[in-house]
């Protein structure tokens, strides 16, 4: 294709055989790409992948797939926590943006942290503000944890 652009291929085959064998409740991490905007940046042919990609991570319970009624893309819902006993937080996170989902074990002890914001000023000078979590799993679960986390600051 002209421009640079290449034929999209929204979801793998790896990706979807993982959603198809999740079920209600399995508590999961979805690593996904997002738009973002950076301010301050250096014009430069090739902008550094800083400037371009960011890498977010949502972790919860695994509640479904959702199709939006406007323009009908697919969603993976996320349980964040329990408002009241009839009530949830759910994060949606359209299924085209999703890089990997990682299943954790009933035993897994998982905290999450949601709704802060970081501001990263990199050495360039160019800015990001991203909105940040973090998933801490017991011992036997940390090579995987450091795998995620790996991946979500390797956007250099």
């Not at 421009?3 to 990706?15: H, K, V, Y």
Request: proline share 2%; glycine share 8%; with cysteine.
């Amino acid at each position: 294709m002209s421009n640079g652009i290449q034929r999209a291929n929204f979801l793998s085959e790896a990706i979807a055989d993982k959603i198809s064998k999740l079920k209600k409740g399995d508590n999961i991490s979805v690593l996904w790409i997002d738009a973002s905007q950076c301010r301050n940046v250096p014009m430069k042919p090739k902008l550094s992948n800083h400037n371009v990609e960011t890498t977010c991570m949502s972790s919860g319970w695994f509640y479904g797939i959702q199709s939006g009624e406007v323009h009908h893309d697919q969603f993976i819902l996320i349980v964040k926590g329990s408002v009241d006993g009839d009530r949830i937080s759910v994060e949606s996170v359209p299924l085209c943006l999703v890089k990997e989902i990682d299943v954790f074990k009933k035993t897994e002890l998982m905290s999450i942290v949601n709704g802060h914001k970081t501001r990263i000023r990199y050495s360039d000078g160019s800015v990001k503000e991203v909105l940040g979590g973090t998933l801490v799993v017991d011992h036997d679960s940390q090579r995987k944890r450091n795998r995620i986390e790996r991946k979500r600051r390797n956007q250099d």
